[in-house]
């Protein structure tokens, strides 16, 4: 069993900057592949980044050049560095966690934080 603990959102300015948390609480942290997914009001909840066990990084399209995907294995923390955000990015912010081999950007991952709200105001 894995536990996510997700933290950082809040309300900002279109254009400011945003650092979410994953806190992850369990064992063999480093083997697993993480993840951000995020899911806007009324929308399916959709792939933003992901950090896999080879150590590479991917983004989405509509992120990509503005946020970064970050882990501290030591502590057991995996980040996601948001700039120059949009109001389209508002939505909850979720983390996920998989030990096995999968498409990275489909939301089949074995474990999920609750989720922490972003709110981009224009």
């Known amino acids: 069993q894995v536990q996510l603990v997700e933290s950082g959102g809040g309300l900002v300015q279109a254009g400011d900057s945003l650092r979410l948390s994953c806190a992850a609480s369990?064992?063999?942290?480093?083997?697993?592949?993480m993840a951000w997914f995020r899911q806007a009001s009324g929308r399916a909840r959709e792939f933003v980044a992901a950090f896999a066990r080879s150590d590479n990084t991917y983004y989405a399209d509509s992120v990509k050049g503005r946020f970064a995907i970050s882990r501290d294995n030591a502590k057991n923390m995996v980040y996601l560095i948001m700039n120059s955000l949009k109001p389209e990015d508002t939505a909850v912010y979720y983390c996920a966690a998989s030990q096995r081999v999968l498409v990275l950007s489909t939301p089949n991952y074995d474990y999920w934080g609750q989720g922490t709200q972003v709110t981009v105001s224009s």
């Open positions: 369990g064992r063999a942290f480093s083997t697993y592949t």
